[in-house]
């Protein structure tokens, strides 16, 4: 095992060097010391100021939802023709995110990419919290949401009626509460082992009860965690299909329809590309400052970022060549209202947009070419922040700019959006931040047993006795 | 925590070893299986690889439990869509088959997921008696060092192998075994205190109250009003149509607008409006009206004052003469003049005058009554190309997309759209350009209730600004533009 001050370098390409997962020395009881202490240590001040922060954002989306809800609808931008504004763009920014937890929980693990235990559980705490606020926007964009019930297949005793299932946006209200139902459980399902550690190490009553239900009396014995780890794998197996399947029917939302710009083929794998890109963007967007904080640059290691940013580097890549192709199909197609749409989105009202979204989201995700960018975490954090932008926008053109100008130009219209808007965007990260913050203070937020599993074996005095190796053997 | 605190003897279950490091409890699962050993059970804080062999665990069924649920899910979601959009309520769209099996794929796909996921979870949890949060195992101190870095093997007093001393024995002898517990049953009694099972049951009856209440409520007939929490658009404080209203003399609910009466916030200058300079201030309003009346309005704008300048020839022979290059002479006003300019466009010669007696015209304004700059002649110039131009052409010459088509097609009721740049027009007054646009003329509808009356105007001056284009001479330019041109060498 390494001394505690040997500097490892984490980021060497050579493959058969390979440095190990988690570096500084530690042993399996310095890992939990290091994980629960960040629950167990005294609240630090700034948890309390981000939280404020937080709960205030929170509390305007809340107002704001209460005063769509009693006022209607027309308190958005939204018009005709552009009847899917901030709302949509949100609900599908959000879903977007949330797809990089599950894929790291999910893909990384079929792939035994074993670096995702220092991130998963942080990604997959992403994931549910992504997924709460896109929810929220549907279900208030349906106007009456008193009646929101109706988009489930409920029996009906007044109406007689039963949903459309064969309208992708009912195909949205199964993949959505589907994926994050599965997420939740595959996430709480990770979780089980380590809230059974946290509440073997509490000395506070409250939160020993609150653990022991949540860990549900786990022990850790060999035939649970046989059992357990076959769940696990079904459940990645299960996972890495719904992952892909939730953004392709969020496209379907579009690609289905007949508009210039949306009814294309190359949606359902460039949302998808899209989706885990942005999910990445945010990944590295909160892992950078909470490795710094809650000093986990021993199980976070700079090769850990490294591989993010070369995700990064590939979906951003993946996007930018979906912008290429839309252009290239709409020219090769040659439908001229295609031609148009697209042509209108780089010159047209909306340029702005588009190429904010273009530099944000296929230029800047270049510089990870560059080794030093790739190990750098602030300029990580950055470029991070502007793919979060980027991939916000890019949501905002394609929604936006398809509608506002269609095949007619009788029916052409431009969207405003009003302060309302520009709130609930806002907004919705309080949400987030206050459903993260609360997840940092009291659940576990690195995979300890998963992180456990992974790293180097202590010293064991098995391979000293030659009679007990001849035994193991 | 600890088993001392009893007064009673407790019971020995089992022995426990405990280990620091996974390859010494590999190595003591392997020996206490070829022991001989079946009830015996390793605690680890993550998953060992390996110790499934060392301690002879079999494979677990959950896989087979998943894809049964899996497969129930599949059926499931086809059955419900199947049920209730083929069957219960179908819906019929663009005369699509009500069941198409492609379009049902994606929900079919999440169910099944749904299903298996929770197979999983459910299974999980069963399969390893979980949630049981009453363990003997959780009354030893040091196990709870079982989920942070220590590793536990224990073996059950009532395994068949089990004899007190052997077994501590082998226990004894493990490698890297650092300490050996007895783990003792839990004297606490097994069953719910009493009251728990009380408030319990309490609690389960009140929480079947409110659905029972709810389910009456669906089934009963009632002599009140159903309550109505959200009222939506149930309750209205509105008269409906068709019926009587008590607080009007002649009963009627609809009313009807008072003769002579403008509402608040409609007032717009007659002459914006109607393109015509009203003689008195009760024409105002007259105009005002009919300019917002429906067909049925009881009086109608400048066309039917003057039918012979500007009404449609629509019922005319015109419609039936199939070749265009027959005058259709019917389907110009009188007063027109000039035969067209433009014969070939395959566009009918115009002029000659129909039999319809002349009655005067209204008092067209002259000139556009709006200040027209720039970006006035460019709104006109945008609308002009959505409203206008399919029709007339984006050079006003009559031979916009939608004419050379019909033309091509040789539709026998199709009138050529006239060309802007005939006498015809330019020596039309701006009112009268005006009222055809709101109103129509011929073939061409009234846009009035389309395009709002400012850019109505706007259309206006950009037709005379395309007009310009034929009609201008050289002084007109503007000497800065002038130098341009010469510059361009035009």
Redesign the interface.
């Known amino acids: 095992m390494a001394t505690v001050n040997e500097v490892i370098d984490t980021t060497i390409d050579d493959p058969g060097n390979r440095t190990p997962l988690v570096i500084g020395g530690h042993?399996?009881?310095s890992i939990?010391r290091l994980v629960c202490g960040i629950n167990e240590s005294k609240t630090p001040i700034a948890w309390y100021i981000g939280m404020l922060m937080s709960l205030s954002l929170l509390g305007m989306l809340g107002a704001l939802v209460g005063y769509l809800i009693f006022t209607g609808v027309g308190v958005w931008g939204n018009n005709n023709p552009v009847y899917w504004g901030f709302p949509i763009v949100n609900f599908v920014f959000w879903v977007g995110i949330g797809h990089a937890g599950t894929l790291i929980s999910a893909i990384l693990f079929i792939f035994r990419q074993n670096w995702r235990t220092s991130i998963n559980r942080f990604a997959e705490a992403m994931t549910i919290f992504a997924v709460v606020c896109a929810g929220l926007f549907p279900a208030i964009h349906i106007g009456?949401v008193?009646?929101f019930y109706w988009l489930f297949?409920l029996p009906s005793?007044q109406l007689?009626?039963?949903?459309?299932?064969?309208s992708?946006l009912?195909?949205d209200v199964?993949?959505v509460s589907?994926y994050a139902?599965?997420s939740l459980?595959?996430w709480y399902?990770g979780m089980i082992?380590d809230l059974?550690?946290l509440?073997?190490?509490t000395n506070n009553k409250i939160l020993r009860i609150v653990y022991?239900?949540l860990s549900?009396?786990?022990?850790?014995?060999?035939?649970?965690?046989?059992?357990?780890?076959?769940?696990y794998t079904?459940?990645a197996a299960?996972?890495a299909?719904?992952v892909l399947?939730v953004h392709t029917?969020v496209s379907?939302d579009f690609a289905v329809s007949q508009l210039p710009g949306w009814h294309t083929t190359i949606f359902p794998p460039y949302f998808v590309a899209g989706a885990v890109f942005s999910g990445f963007g945010m990944v590295l967007t909160l892992m950078v400052p909470a490795r710094q904080w809650f000093g986990l640059k021993d199980v976070v290691t700079l090769r850990h970022l490294e591989n993010v940013c070369k995700i990064l580097l590939a979906t951003g890549s993946m996007v930018g060549y979906a912008y290429a192709m839309e252009f290239f199909i709409a020219w090769y197609g040659g439908n001229m209202y295609e031609g148009f749409a697209f042509i209108n989105r780089a010159f047209g009202p909306y340029w702005w947009a588009y190429w904010i979204m273009v530099s944000c989201n296929v230029i800047s995700p270049q510089l990870f070419w560059f080794k030093v960018c790739r190990t750098t975490p602030w300029l990580m954090f950055v470029i991070s922040i502007f793919v979060n932008i980027g991939m916000w926008f890019e949501r905002f053109v394609i929604t936006v700019t398809s509608l506002a100008r269609d095949f007619l130009?009788?029916s052409w219209g431009m969207f405003e959006p009003t302060p309302v808007d520009y709130g609930m965007l806002i907004g919705s990260f309080g949400l987030f931040f206050t459903l993260f913050l609360l997840f940092v203070r009291f659940g576990p937020i690195v995979a300890?047993?998963?992180v456990?599993?992974v790293m180097p074996?202590?010293?064991?005095?098995?391979?000293d006795?030659p009679?007990?190796a001849a035994?193991?053997a | 925590m600890s088993q001392e605190a009893n007064n009673t003897e407790p019971k020995l279950i089992g022995l426990m070893a405990q280990f620091d490091d996974p390859d010494s409890l590999l190595a003591a699962c392997e020996k206490v299986r070829k022991a001989g050993y079946t009830k015996t059970d390793a605690y680890t804080p993550f998953p060992l690889h390996g110790i499934d062999e060392a301690l002879g665990i079999k494979p677990t069924i959950l896989p087979w439990i998943v894809l049964m649920l899996g497969i129930m899910g599949g059926f499931a979601g086809l059955g419900l869509q199947y049920i209730t959009n083929a069957d219960w309520y179908p819906f019929i769209i663009s005369a699509k088959p009500v069941w198409s099996l492609p379009a049902n794929i994606p929900v079919i796909f999440e169910l099944v997921i749904l299903h298996a996921a929770f197979a999983v979870f459910i299974g999980m949890l069963f399969l390893n008696k979980l949630p049981t949060f009453s363990n003997p195992l959780f009354r030893v101190p040091e196990f709870a060092r079982a989920t942070d870095d220590k590793f536990f093997l224990t073996i059950d007093v009532n395994d068949e192998k089990y004899k007190p001393n052997k077994t501590r024995d082998l226990l004894d002898g493990l490698i890297g075994q650092t300490d050996v517990i007895e783990v003792f049953e839990d004297p606490s009694p097994a069953e719910l205190p009493k009251i728990i099972k009380f408030v319990g049951i309490g609690v389960a009856v009140v929480a079947l109250v409110p659905p029972l209440l709810l389910w009456r409520a669906y089934y009963q007939t009632s002599t009140v009003p159903r309550i109505n929490p959200i009222r939506d658009m149930d309750v209205q404080l509105r008269g409906d149509t068709q019926t009587v209203s008590p607080v009007f003399a002649d009963g009627r609910t609809m009313r009807p607008r008072i003769p002579g009466t403008v509402a608040r916030g409609e007032w717009v200058d007659p002459i914006m409006l109607t393109g015509i300079v009203p003689e008195t201030g009760e024409q105002n309003v007259l105009f005002l009206q009919d300019e917002e009346a429906t067909e049925e309005g009881t009086k109608k704008p400048a066309e039917e004052e003057n039918p012979a300048d500007d009404k449609p020839a629509e019922e005319k022979p015109a419609d039936e003469k199939p070749e265009a290059d027959k005058p259709m002479a019917e389907a110009k006003p009188a007063q027109d003049k000039p035969a067209d300019a433009n014969p070939a466009d395959a566009k009918p010669a115009e002029g000659e005058a129909p039999a319809q007696p002349e009655e005067p015209e209204p008092n067209w304004v002259k000139i556009a009554p709006i200040n027209v700059t720039r970006a006035t002649l460019e709104r006109g110039r945008n609308r002009y190309n959505i409203y206008c131009s399919v029709c007339h052409g984006l050079a006003g010459d009559g031979d916009g997309l939608v004419s050379q088509r019909a033309l091509q097609l040789e539709q026998p009721t199709w009138i050529p759209p006239t060309n802007l740049h005939t006498d015809y027009l330019l020596t039309q007054p701006d009112g009268k350009i005006y009222n055809t646009i709101t109103h129509g003329i011929r073939k061409m509808k009234g846009y009035g209730d389309q395009i709002p009356a400012e850019d109505r105007w706007a259309i206006v001056t950009y037709v005379r600004a395309l007009q310009k284009t034929r009609t201008g001479t050289p002084e007109e330019i503007p000497a800065v533009e002038m130098k341009e041109l010469e510059i361009k060498g035009q």
């Open positions: 042993d399996y009881g939990t009456r008193w009646v297949p005793l007689a009626m039963w949903p459309q299932f064969r992708p009912l195909w199964f993949a589907t139902t599965v459980i595959f399902t082992p059974a550690t509440r073997d190490r022991s239900i549900l009396g786990w022990t850790g014995s060999a035939r649970a965690w046989s059992r357990y780890e076959k769940a079904l459940f299960l996972a299909p719904l399947s029917i379907f130009p009788s300890m047993a998963e456990k599993s074996h202590p010293h064991s005095p098995v391979h006795d009679q007990a035994d193991h």
